[in-house]
């Protein structure tokens, strides 16, 4: 009886945790009700200069950067997406500078991004130390500036 | 793909004046975050001047309106937007305004040439003041200061022929002959009974006038001894020449020997 009661209670759990992160994937934020204006000149004033020095003089031509975005909601949704998730090679650039203020423009810019996700998911991962910058996040983050050159360019003034 | 981007130059800049400022207009772009850049330089300036704008509309302050100023203008891509592997477009064409109006070309660019070639002529003129006057100097200088005749053109021979030996010369040219050396005193003596002789000899063979005050008797033992002097028709064609007392007559053929 007992297994059968476990085997009920653990079912349920995973089932939910399933559905919690299911949910989660499909419900990503719309950045459609965000402040493009205000975002563009954050970009330009703090964010860009962090970018830059990242990269801390690799010019981004040198890497293969054929990335688009459709338009200014589509670019902040690639943006957040590489900037806060982890990618092979390259786990994460969350806690990079760059990434900081991205994560401070967002929350303050869109209405209902919660910063917290990155929050939490650092909290539930064990403190790393800095990860040296590696050829692979540099790849990276010369995707991102070419995301970001996009928008800038795209939105209205 | 933005990266090597090269914008059009702006045409058709206009102006706008209001006291010490203008306001540079021109068409934008169809694309967002360029930059336009204005420089502009009176004809005093050395270095332009730079302003920016994000759109092409751009105002700049402190100018004075009477004088003549040169414009020109640029785009160029924001960095952050564009990245840093584009270039900026080239220089549109430069205008020249000066008291709100349009001008050909500033004033200094039309005197520029005109100076030169003023200057040029002046220079040229005290050039030829100086050569011409140089030149009538030397003429002065030679009329004033005759240079020293060259004795071996009245002497023909005399250095070359003769190494300077006057007596060989007249020997040799005058068919003169050679006078034998004596006691000092006789020959003191000797050469001027000679040169009466050879006076009196040149004398019989042409006429001579003599432009003095006196003229000597042709007999030439009386010119020797009488210290008087005689009254007598000048002979032609010879100069007179008192020594001690006695006078003689010189012609072109004759000279004397002390």
């Known amino acids: 009886i007992l297994p059968d009661a476990l085997l009920f209670v653990l079912s349920v759990f995973f089932r939910k945790i399933f559905i919690l992160q299911l949910v989660g994937l499909v419900l990503t934020y719309n950045f459609t009700d965000c402040d493009f204006e205000k975002i563009r000149k954050k970009y330009q004033e703090v964010i860009y200069q962090a970018l830059n020095k990242y990269m ?45 203020r991205t994560n401070a423009t967002l929350t303050l810019q869109c209405p209902g991004y919660s910063g917290t996700q990155i929050n939490n998911t650092q909290a539930k991962k064990k403190r790393k130390k800095r990860q040296v910058t590696t050829n692979k996040c540099r790849k990276q983050v010369s995707h991102l500036m070419e995301l970001w050159r996009r928008f800038s360019r795209i939105s209205k003034q | 793909i933005s990266a090597y981007l090269k914008p059009s130059s702006p045409e058709d800049l206009s102006f706008r004046w209001h006291e010490d400022a203008v306001t540079v207009t021109c068409s934008d772009l169809p694309y967002k975050r360029l930059l336009y850049e204005i420089q502009y330089k009176s004809v005093f300036d050395t270095e332009w001047q730079s302003k920016e704008g994000e759109t092409c509309n751009v105002t700049m302050q402190g100018l004075d309106s009477e004088k003549c100023y ?48 003023i200057c040029g002529m002046i220079a040229l003129l005290t050039v030829s003041l100086l050569l011409l006057s140089l030149w009538k100097v030397r003429r002065l200088h030679k009329c004033l200061m005759p240079s020293v005749p060259d004795p071996k053109l009245t002497f023909p021979g005399l250095f070359e022929l003769h190494r300077g030996n006057f007596q060989e010369w007249i020997k040799d040219t005058q068919n003169v002959s050679h006078v034998a050396k004596t006691e000092a005193t006789e020959q003191e003596c000797v050469p001027e009974e000679t040169l009466v002789v050879q006076l009196q000899k040149a004398e019989a063979e042409m006429p001579i006038v003599t432009t003095g005050p006196s003229c000597p008797p042709t007999e030439g033992e009386e010119a020797s001894r009488d210290a008087s002097p005689v009254a007598c028709q000048p002979p032609q064609g010879g100069e007179v020449v008192s020594l001690g007392g006695f006078t003689f007559v010189m012609t072109d053929n004759s000279y004397m020997l002390l």
């Open chain 1, 56 to 100: 801390n003089g690799v010019k981004s031509t040198e890497f293969n950067n054929y990335i688009y975005c459709e338009d200014p909601p589509d670019c902040l949704a690639k943006i957040d997406l590489i900037t806060f998730y982890p990618t092979h090679g390259c786990t994460t650039l969350a806690k990079e500078i760059f990434a900081i």
């Open chain 2, 70 to 117: 040169f414009f020109r203008a640029r785009v160029k891509t924001l960095e952050s937007s564009y990245g840093s592997d584009t270039y900026p477009s080239d220089w549109s064409k430069v205008t020249h305004q000066q008291r709100g109006e349009l001008r050909d070309s500033c004033q200094e660019k039309k005197l520029f040439p005109k100076f030169i070639l």
